[in-house]
Nanobody, 124 residues
């Protein structure tokens, strides 16, 4: 069974950067898209970014466009979320997720496997 484990979260000052990692514990038996979502206290989980299995297509929420970059390293079986110019409103638990298909999706219902999340806190 494939499991996803996020890491790289922490406390950072506004304007700083963090890189989140999502490591898969096993090899998938088919191609999947991958996505990042986040959930702040009292709010619904929201889409952040996604990429297709080949890495040729990406999608970003408007709130992070130009600041965050999603990527993957096939050799390490890991997906990354590089977060630059962080703002206090980026504070949330960040989750990586595996899509049901290889194409990019932006809604949570299109993902069938989730990590446990990693906390990102941005101080003002």
């Amino acid at each position: 069974q494939v499991q996803l484990v996020e890491s790289g979260g922490g406390l950072v000052q506004a304007g700083g950067s963090l890189r989140l990692s999502c490591a898969a514990s096993g090899r998938a038996d088919r191609s999947y898209s991958m996505g990042w979502f986040r959930q702040a206290p009292g709010k619904e989980r929201e889409f952040v970014s996604a990429l297709n299995w080949s890495g040729s297509r990406t999608s970003y929420a408007e709130s992070v466009e130009g600041r965050f970059t999603i990527s993957r390293d096939d050799a390490k079986n890991t997906v990354y979320l590089q977060m630059n110019s962080l703002r206090p409103e980026d504070t949330a638990v960040y989750y990586c997720a595996r899509g049901r298909y290889s194409t990019v999706k932006i809604t949570a219902g299109n993902y069938d496997l989730w990590g446990q999340g990693t906390q990102v806190t941005v101080s003002s």
